[in-house]
């Protein structure tokens, strides 16, 4: 769940519980802890007026429908009449979304399918002042008579005056409401109830609802929304975690949203964190199999966020490592840091890893991840930082867990992956590359061996007398995993012999 989820349409009120409870699957129980502490902490009277600003629109956990694209063809497509679908697109340089009825969309194989929209504008038609709060009032729309967005190539119905060209990808259904509540409006406006529209919800709801999805389709989640910019302490020096950041991590972009971020955090002496790393073996194709985030929980008026993506041998334990290392190298030096994590693998790991550097090359290299390891005490060796983790329970309610939760997952559509520059590590001396590109932090031995059984594997079903199993396996009737697992396993505790040679059991 989101704050977008839970507050009104206008940003001004929390939802009462009630109002809540009826979008939840399990509407039965007690109220939850979360709920009057969010009442407690940001509202500011018994009307849950809510005492934060959100002038800004909040990333949501996007639930808005899509227009269906038609089948892949050298054809333009035209709608007909009773088919065609009225939505909404965030222009870029206008700031702004424009309203449009479907006529045409081309789907040309190997392209991006682009369609063409009668435009239609929001305004009051309303012939009479009115009182009303903007949420109250109605929301029509009308035909646009001509604009600077006209698209003046457009081949087909040239009836409607102004028609745009827009990606079909960045377009969302919206709902109309009946013409019986048009006719209602008339009273108002005397206008034919033909000549406009009225839509379901208000414009800020949709012009909020096109901007979140432009920003799921830049891969901009979440934004850095209400960081609060700290004053300078004159009784702190000022320092700049500029220099590790850029020798360690490698992407200029979260280079620079780091080095923000470290000095929005220089003037505080104590900082509690809670992170959380996502993982998943079926992303999609615009997404990333690993992603980490994290939030403070400790700052005065609100608290700061952020998360991002991860490649390379991808696992659940080091989602969770990145997320601790991008939040330790935000923090200044001699910073008092608390990590609350639901990982208790990367709670041992990390005290384990303290002596890394007493062991051999050979054993070093036997550690899972140990290049984040490295880099982790190496920014709190540079930075003086006292640093404690604290396991705390997933999925137990934990406000803050749950927001990390949250960003882990949208981390993974993070378009540029965070890398570890473990060339610059002082005390990385031995990193194997596969590739001259990534770098081995596993078992070295394990890692090779595995690539090597693969290039067996191919070699051996590539072999003419084999073509019937590269045949099955190509249609999937062969699990070589599930194979694998068959050929080694031993249904007697004792070591195997020419004495159970026969045995069919």
């Known amino acids: 769940m989101f704050l977008d989820h839970i507050i009104t349409k206008d940003h001004a009120y929390l939802y009462e519980y009630k109002k809540i409870?009826?979008?939840?699957?399990?509407?039965?129980?007690?109220?939850?802890?979360?709920?009057?502490?969010?009442?407690?902490?940001?509202?500011?009277?018994?009307?849950?007026?809510?005492?934060?600003?959100?002038?800004?629109?909040?990333?949501?956990?996007?639930?808005?429908?899509?227009?269906?694209?038609?089948?892949?063809?050298?054809?333009?497509?035209?709608?007909?009449?009773?088919?065609?679908?009225?939505?909404?697109?965030?222009?870029?340089?206008?700031?702004?979304?424009?309203?449009?009825?479907?006529?045409?969309?081309?789907?040309?194989?190997?392209?991006?399918?682009?369609?063409?929209l009668e435009h239609w504008v929001h305004r009051d038609i309303s012939t009479t002042v009115r009182n009303d709060t903007p949420r109250s009032q109605p929301n029509t729309l009308i035909r646009c008579e001509g604009c600077s967005q006209h698209f003046t190539y457009y081949v087909g119905d040239l009836r409607p005056k102004c028609i745009l060209q827009i990606k079909h990808q960045d377009l969302l259904l919206v709902d109309l409401l009946s013409k019986k509540k048009r006719q209602e409006l008339t009273t108002f406006s005397n206008r034919n109830v033909n000549s406009f529209h009225l839509l379901k919800y208000s414009h800020p709801y949709y012009r909020l609802l096109a901007y979140n999805d432009f920003l799921y389709q830049q891969k901009k989640i979440p934004?850095?929304?209400?960081?609060?910019?700290?004053?300078?302490?004159?009784?702190?020096?000022?320092?700049?975690?500029?220099?590790?950041?850029?020798?360690?991590?490698?992407?200029?972009?979260?280079?620079?949203?780091?080095?923000?971020?470290?000095?929005?955090?220089?003037?505080?002496?104590?900082?509690?964190?809670?992170t959380d790393g996502s993982y998943t073996a079926d992303f999609l194709f615009n997404e990333f199999p690993m992603g980490y985030g994290w939030t403070t929980s400790n700052l005065p008026q609100t608290n700061i966020t952020y998360s991002g993506s991860g490649k390379y041998f991808p696992s659940s334990t080091k989602a969770e490592i990145m997320g601790i290392l991008t939040a330790l190298i935000v923090c200044p030096p001699n910073c008092n840091t608390s990590i609350y994590t639901d990982s208790q693998a990367a709670i041992d790991t990390f005290h384990k890893s303290k002596n890394l550097h007493s062991i051999s090359p050979r054993r070093f290299n036997k550690i899972n991840n140990n290049i984040l390891w490295s880099t982790i005490?190496?920014?709190?060796?540079?930075?003086?930082?006292?640093?404690?983790?604290?396991?705390?329970?997933?999925?137990?309610g934990n406000g803050f867990n749950d927001i990390a939760d949250g960003l882990a997952k949208a981390g993974r559509l993070v378009i540029s992956p965070t890398i570890i520059k473990h060339t610059n590590l002082p005390n990385q001396n031995i990193t194997l590359e596969w590739n001259d590109e990534i770098p081995l932090d596993k078992d070295v031995?394990?890692?090779?061996?595995?690539?090597?059984?693969?290039?067996?594997?191919?070699?051996?079903?590539?072999?003419?007398?084999?073509?019937?199993?590269?045949?099955?396996?190509?249609d999937n009737l062969i699990?070589?995993?599930?194979?694998?697992?068959?050929?080694?396993?031993?249904?007697?505790?004792?070591?195997?012999?020419?004495l159970h040679t026969k045995d069919l059991k």
């Open 223 to 274: 934004p850095f929304i209400g960081r609060p910019i700290a004053p300078p302490n004159i009784n702190r020096p000022l320092f700049s975690n500029d220099n590790i950041i850029s020798k360690i991590i490698e992407n200029d972009e979260i280079v620079k949203e780091l080095q923000d971020l470290a000095r929005t955090f220089n003037p505080f002496l104590q900082l509690d964190f809670y």
């Open 21 to 116: 409870k009826e979008s939840l699957q399990h509407k039965g129980g007690k109220i939850p802890r979360w709920y009057p502490f969010l009442r407690d902490h940001i509202t500011i009277n018994n009307d849950n007026r809510l005492g934060i600003d959100l002038s800004i629109p909040l990333i949501q956990n996007l639930v808005a429908s899509r227009p269906a694209a038609p089948p892949a063809s050298a054809d333009t497509f035209h709608y007909p009449r009773k088919s065609q679908k009225w939505v909404i697109a965030w222009v870029l340089h206008l700031s702004d979304i424009i309203y449009g009825k479907t006529l045409s969309t081309k789907t040309f194989p190997n392209c991006i399918p682009v369609s063409y």
């Open 479 to 498: 699990d070589w995993s599930l194979s694998s697992k068959w050929f080694n396993y031993n249904a007697r505790n004792d070591s195997t012999s020419n």
């Open 445 to 474: 031995r394990k890692c090779v061996g595995t690539i090597l059984n693969y290039k067996r594997i191919d070699n051996h079903i590539n072999h003419p007398t084999l073509a019937f199993i590269k045949s099955a396996t190509k």
């Open 377 to 396: 005490h190496y920014i709190i060796e540079v930075l003086s930082l006292k640093v404690s983790l604290i396991k705390v329970k997933g999925h137990s």
